[in-house]
């Protein structure tokens, strides 16, 4: 007889058998960590052996080294907002507002929607420097701005991809195309487990009504084992998928279908003695308790009036207020990883609300005041030295006025991949700094520049992962995040 | 323990005394767990050197002429015991104390000690030691065995003669007794009937046929039934899925945009290819280069749809060639993943650092693919005629052709007129107030849209000229009725491909020809290397991994895992076989059979290794968790395309219509729209189209199907050669509560009502015989009996409650079945639906 299922055989009560089979379980997975807790792929539970079932692969496992943040909250500003209007303050740009861009800088480069000589572009919004810090902010980010001394901002980025798909991918699978690589939440959570058993360790919410470039990869898991991609949330019907039981059963009946279903597949696990029948007991429990506590997680119904006032969300709304203030409930209970998209940061001039004057400062009225709020609830809670809030697009804009747009009354600029801003925010980061700076027309950066790779990397360390040791074997190769490159941002870390 | 002895005595002779303490301590450390060593020498090339020197010296010191450092390479004999620019040589045969390797690896200067400090590498004393070891007895180098053509090895000698019924028994119970392991007993009748026809046809057996099959007293009842199976049309629909897989197959573009792509037609040919059980030689060289072979019929053109799924990026401002040169690199790729199961994609950076495959090589196959007219989008197509309709397409298509010309000719001859017409079409004619409006615009300032409507309303005045119209329109509905297109391979004028430096487009470093990579068999001198010689190439005898590759994919369906866990890699970097000799006598009964793929599943079902009881004890579960050893019967998870097929085939619901457009069973709403693109609204198919197998369920690579995906389908972006297996909750909430699964509990419940009308007990033996094929004992009858009293003690109590769960979604109930009855059933149906073992192969 297995051991597992004795226990299966002795314990009494449901609770008892779960219980037991739990430690049991989590028994299995952690003989599986090798000695020195580095997590090389064939030492992680689900990763020894891609044939089984997976005992536990939330299991929370320590990382390579101490973390400075525990859990992680990504924003992602699918579009690419105009970062010279936002963050990157360039005073000769604007005096240079309507020259020719210079030959020098776009020679031999390719632009999405431009070609031949633009007209360089200066930022329409003023700009001021707030907090002891004295950080640069456009009159778009007002709420932001009013806590500048928490943010650590990155005025330095750069990538190579200049259209969004693959800009996303590089930012959020480590490589530019859809090949199979697994996603960054997917990376964390097959690194360190999540604290929370009864809800998915890497949670993705989506807003603007549309999906980001890079599609589902942008939270899938790759070669890593599914297990590991994001649960896309839906702000509508079941937060996660088939979580409500079927018209017309109700919980009594549904405690009673898996009592007789637990029943039949221990007298099945007597008969076979196959451990994953055990698993399978286990998970269908997990998905009970799942389905009380994820409806009670996501209903922001629960939360007092002045913090839906200071988000600015209204439940049942599918917007990304509600989403950032959903993701502080679930990083309350443990949720690993995080991951807000926001659809409609491509600043081309096309339409009203996508161009960088009035239009820009009406888009982040919707961003500025939940993120700030975000920061300020998880401040307030004592939850920012174990959150890591990071907020990025996948590109910057350009210096100058977008090609098809060129001659109309809206201004809008084209994807850049040359220079970007983001910023940070939270568990082991320093508080309160710019970090490296572009050149005077914001073209690309002249001093610490930042890669994706090594934004993956920073994120990594504070969470106490090395990413050149995270790797996973797929195709006789040892496969990481970074792929080969990837610098900690030292500057950056508290 | 004989051989420990032996081994012993030689490594104190060979190595001397001070070595010796340490050498007992291995041996008392592995001796009881490594009782299969027996034959094997003392130090293996292979098995023990190699993977030192490619952990520690190959990115140096390998195969890489770019990366090699001090003139000095490790992976061949030759420049290994070559004199090096230093006058030293690495490697002495038969001398470790003057082989300059060992000296190093020893020495305590950092200067000279390997490897450099700096890399963070060190080796063990005991590496050195196997290396030191290997030295003395002459430093015997061996080719990878996957590169070895692979030669059929004589059976194996066991002492249970009588357990073995073919090869396959013969190569298995070796490696179990020679590990002290004895194999299962046979799995029931009923037990093997289900494993084999979820096996070869992705579908339970009927209880019916159960029955019939364990009263089957014919001496080859098994044969016959396998037969039965393999001529089913579900088989090709089975093993379709798995190939699409590989051909990353998907019914849309990919990439933010994520377009619609219409090449179902093509994921049709696989299944007609199967089920007719074309040769896997054949298979290969239509899908590689049908529309190369002399005179190709359509269908050969049709096949070569297998390289057309790679993915487009259609969004604003994309660099078409970018996207090009990846769609070729993907070829490149998925071709050598699929049918060599070697990782070229590592060389299209850098060369190989583990295996001979140059970045030079890479380009050289990449040139083979660079030739086509593809350019970032699904053209070229060709029209097709749907599956059994060659005969309706062809009368179409030539009517469609006539109705056209008699149009057209009709259409001049009107338009001729009109000028003259214009003149005095106000008064005769009494045209519309639009038309009206048009007349009295100067011909010449009409616009183009103006100028349309005025010539059709021309036209119409014509009895001739609209029956004409009619009949074209009608034609052209018949067309599509039996027409679709499909993406194919043509190749147009030749490029010039280069060496990527760095694998970018942008960065062309030196002119290739076309070539395969020399570590393999060469191509044919006197034929022009393109795809259908490169096809030809892959499936030539001398190849020494497709047959391997292919056998070795079956296996890992039929077993869980394969011979070689790590069925995307063959090469240097993979997994060794679990039993070598059985791979090797698959492979060549495989290619020397006429690639007969139902020939080979065919011995792999009866063979009495497949048939052995899945039942495990604690001590084999312990021993052997992953079942390497095969010491007892394959069980595993089903698919995600068996969850839901099995779900609709026991409720009854399933749908057997074959081929055609891709179908949407219901699913979420999202509300979001994909990228830049078209909204993904999904509108669920209505009637039989709603219940279809899920191979033909739409196909989304930026949102796919999430019930599939639960259960680990891939994202089918790329070639993938392997399923994980995952056991997560979020599965459980599928087959509980999707409405897909609460409409077969729904239409489960219903059939046990009408099939099974005795009593409670009778219908739960009915549900739970219909779901795992066998008897239900009393116990199991007894437990479904009190849930369905419960059940309908509470659902009575509550008649709005019951109605919901008894018809949403599967609609009204018929005649004579009451909703307390039905919804009460349905709770039990669900939970059969649930069981372990009903989600389980046996």
């Keep these: 007889m297995h051991p597992l299922t004795l226990e299966v055989l002795t314990s009494r009560t ?11 379980l989590g028994s299995v997975a952690l003989t599986m960590l090798d000695g020195d807790g580095s997590r090389a792929a064939t030492t992680t539970a689900s990763a020894a052996h891609p044939a089984d079932a997976v005992a536990d692969p939330f299991l929370p496992k320590a990382g390579h080294f101490a973390p400075r943040a525990k859990n992680v909250i990504f924003l992602s500003m699918s579009g690419g907002p105009p970062h010279l209007d936002l963050f990157d303050y360039k005073p000769e740009l604007v005096r240079r507002d309507g020259e020719d861009c210079p030959e020098s800088l776009t020679k031999g480069k390719q632009f999405a929607f431009t ?46 991809q200049f259209n969004h798909g693959p800009a996303e991918l590089l930012l959020y699978t480590g490589f530019p195309r859809a090949q199979g690589r697994a996603s960054l939440g997917s990376w964390v959570t097959y690194g360190l487990g999540s604290e929370n058993r009864d809800l998915p360790g890497y949670i993705v919410f989506v807003s603007g009504r549309s999906l980001p470039s890079a599609g589902k990869v942008a939270w899938g898991s790759g070669f890593l084992p599914s297990v590991y991609q994001g649960v896309q949330c839906r702000t509508g019907g079941d937060p996660v998928l088939y979580l409500s039981d079927p018209a017309g059963m109700d919980r009594g009946l549904r ?28 998970q269908y429990e997990m998905a009970y308790r799942m389905q009380s506590v994820v409806p009670d997680t996501m209903d922001i119904n629960q939360e007092p009036a002045h913090v839906l006032a200071a988000y600015g969300a209204q439940p049942g709304a599918p917007t990304f207020a509600n989403n950032c203030l959903l993701a502080r409930r679930l990083v309350e209970r443990g949720v690993r990883f995080v991951q807000l998209f926001d659809w409609g940061w491509d600043f081309h001039g096309t339409n009203a609300g996508e161009e960088i004057e009035a239009g820009l400062v009406k888009r982040c009225q919707s961003m500025d005041q939940p993120v700030a709020a975000l920061i300020r609830d998880l401040k307030q809670r004592g939850m920012l030295d174990d959150t890591l809030v990071v907020w990025t697009g996948e590109f910057g804009r350009t210096p100058f006025r977008e090609g098809r747009t060129k001659d109309g009354k809206l201004l809008g600029r084209d994807h850049h991949p040359f220079s970007n801003s983001m910023f940070m925010c939270g568990g082991g980061l320093k508080r309160g700094v710019t970090h490296g700076a572009t050149d005077e027309l914001g073209w690309a950066p ?49 | 323990m004989r051989y420990w002895h032996k081994a012993i005595a030689w490594a104190i002779a060979s190595v001397g005394r001070l070595l010796a303490p340490l050498l007992l301590l291995s041996m008392t450390q592995f001796a009881p767990a490594t009782v299969l060593a027996a034959d094997r020498p003392a130090v293996d090339y292979l098995r023990d050197v190699r993977p030192i020197l490619a952990r520690n010296c190959f990115q140096c010191h390998g195969a890489d002429d770019a990366a090699r450092q001090a003139g000095l390479r490790l992976d061949e004999l030759e420049p290994a015991i070559a004199k090096l620019e230093s006058g030293q040589r690495a490697i002495v045969p038969g001398e470790p104390t003057q082989s300059e390797l060992i000296a190093r690896l020893t020495a305590s200067d950092p200067d000279v000690a390997m490897p450099p400090r700096e890399t963070g590498k060190q080796l063990a004393a005991a590496e050195v030691d196997t290396l030191r070891n290997w030295i003395a007895a002459g430093a015997p180098y061996a080719k990878h065995w996957a590169y070895v053509k692979p030669v059929r090895p004589p059976l194996a000698t066991v002492s249970d003669a009588a357990w073995p019924a073919g090869a396959i028994d013969h190569f298995v119970l070796a490696r179990l007794e020679a590990e002290g392991l004895k194999p299962s007993s046979p799995a029931d009748r009923a037990t093997w009937l289900r494993r084999a026809s979820l096996d070869l046809t992705g579908l339970p057996p009927t209880p019916e046929e159960v029955a019939a099959f364990v009263d089957d007293t014919r001496p080859d009842a098994f044969e016959l039934t396998v037969d039965r199976l393999l001529a089913s049309p579900a088989y090709g629909e089975r093993w379709t899925a798995l190939w699409l897989d590989q051909a990353r197959y998907a019914d849309s573009q990919g990439y933010a945009p994520d377009g619609p792509r219409t090449i179902w037609r093509w994921r049709d040919w696989v299944v007609e290819a199967l089920n007719a059980n074309m040769p896997y030689d054949q298979f290969t060289i239509e899908q590689l280069a049908g529309d190369l072979l002399p005179t190709p019929s359509p269908a050969q053109v049709l096949a070569t749809g297998f390289h ?97 010309t008699v149009y057209d000719e009709l259409t001049r001859q009107r338009d001729a007129a009109q000028a003259e017409w214009e003149k005095n079409a106000a008064a005769y004619d009494k045209p519309p107030k639009e038309i009206v409006e048009i007349l009295a615009i100067a011909a010449a300032d009409r616009n183009g849209k103006q100028k349309d409507q005025l010539a059709d309303f021309h036209r119409g005045l014509s009895e001739p000229w609209k029956a004409a119209d009619k009949r074209l329109s009608t034609a052209k509905q018949q067309y599509d009725q039996v027409a679709t297109s499909v993406p194919i391979m043509r190749d147009g004028t030749p490029r010039n491909s280069f060496v990527s430096i760095r694998g970018e487009f942008l960065s062309p470093g030196e002119p290739v020809t076309p070539g395969v990579p020399a570590a393999f068999h060469p191509a044919p001198a006197d034929v022009k290397l393109d795809r259908l010689a490169l096809a030809r190439w892959l499936v030539d005898a001398e190849n020494p991994l497709t047959a391997r590759v292919a056998v070795n994919r079956l296996w890992q369906e039929l077993f869980g895992t394969g011979l070689v866990e790590t069925a995307e890699e063959f090469g240097t970097q993979g997994d060794p076989p679990s039993h070598p000799e059985l791979l090797d006598w698959l492979a060549v009964e495989y290619r020397d059979g006429g690639w007969d793929t139902k020939r080979l599943l065919k011995l792999l079902v009866t063979s009495a290794t497949y048939r052995q009881a899945s039942q495990v004890t604690p001590e084999l579960a312990a021993r052997d968790p992953h079942n390497r050893l095969l010491a007892r019967g394959p069980r595993t998870r089903l698919s995600a395309e068996m969850v839901r097929d099995q779900a609709l085939a026991i409720s009854g619901l399933l749908s057997t219509k074959m081929y055609g ?9 999202f509300g979001l729209a994909a990228a830049f693109g078209s909204s993904t609204d ?23 199907y999430p019930s599939l995906v639960a259960f680990d389908a891939p994202e089918r972006n790329v070639c993938s050669l392997r399923r994980m297996r995952t056991n997560t909750p979020l599965q459980a909430l599928v087959t509980l509560n999707d409405p897909v699964f609460v409409e077969c509990a729904q239409a489960l419940a219903r059939r046990v009502l009408t099939e099974a009308t005795a009593d409670d007990a009778a219908r739960a033996t009915r549900a739970l015989n219909l779901a795992v ?70």
């Excluded at chain 1, 221990?266 to 994953?276: D, M, N, Y």
Aim: net charge negative; glycine share 4%; charged share 20%.
């Design chain 2, 682 to 704: 999904w509108k669920p198919s209505e009637g039989a189209d709603r219940h279809r197998r899920a191979l033909y369920t739409r196909w989304r690579r930026n949102l796919p």
């Design chain 1, 446 to 494: 002249v001093e610490k520049p930042v890669h994706p790779h090594d934004l993956q990397a920073t994120i990594l360390h504070l969470l106490g992962l090395d990413h050149t040791r995270l790797t996973y074997r797929f195709q006789g190769r040892d496969f990481r995040l970074t792929d080969v490159r990837g610098e900690v941002i030292n500057d950056l870390l508290a």
């Design chain 1, 255 to 282: 405690r009673a279908s898996l009592d007789a279903l637990a029943e039949l597949n221990q007298i099945e696990a007597e008969r076979l003695g196959q451990p994953e029948t055990i698993t399978r007991i286990a």
């Design chain 1, 14 to 24: 449901r609770r008892h058998f779960l219980r037991d089979s739990a430690m049991a």
């Design chain 2, 308 to 404: 057309r799924n790679t993915q487009l990026n259609t969004e604003g401002g994309v660099n078409l060639e970018e996207f090009r040169h990846a769609a070729v690199v993907d070829r490149v790729n998925t071709t050598f993943a699929v049918w060599m199961g070697t990782t070229l994609a590592c060389a299209q950076c850098h060369n190989h650092k583990y295996d001979p495959l140059s970045q030079r090589e890479y380009y050289q196959v990449f040139s083979i693919f660079n030739n086509t007219d593809d350019f970032n989008t699904d053209e070229p197509t060709v029209q097709t005629a749907v599956v059994g309709s060659d005969a309706e397409f062809a009368t179409a298509q030539a009517e469609v052709a006539a109705a056209q």
């Design chain 2, 661 to 669: 457009s891709p179908v949407q069973p219901p699913q979420p709403e």
């Design chain 1, 115 to 160: 070609s031949g000589t633009p007209k360089l572009l200066g930022t329409r919004q003023k700009f001021a420097q707030h907090g002891a810090s004295g950080a640069w902010f456009s009159q778009a980010l007002p709420n932001l701005a009013a806590i500048a001394d928490e943010l650590a901002i990155v005025n330095s980025v750069w990538t190579e």
């Design chain 2, 773 to 842: 094929g066998r008897e239900a004992t009393p116990r199991e009858v007894a437990r479904l009996v009190s849930l369905v009293a419960l059940a309908r003690e509470t659902l009575a109590a509550d008649p709005t409650k019951a109605n919901a769960l008894a018809t949403d979604p599967l609609g009204p109930l018929p005649e004579g079945v009451s909703a307390v009855d039905a919804a009460a059933w349905t709770v039990v149906a669900n939970v059969v639906l649930n069981l372990d073992e009903t989600l389980s192969k046996p």
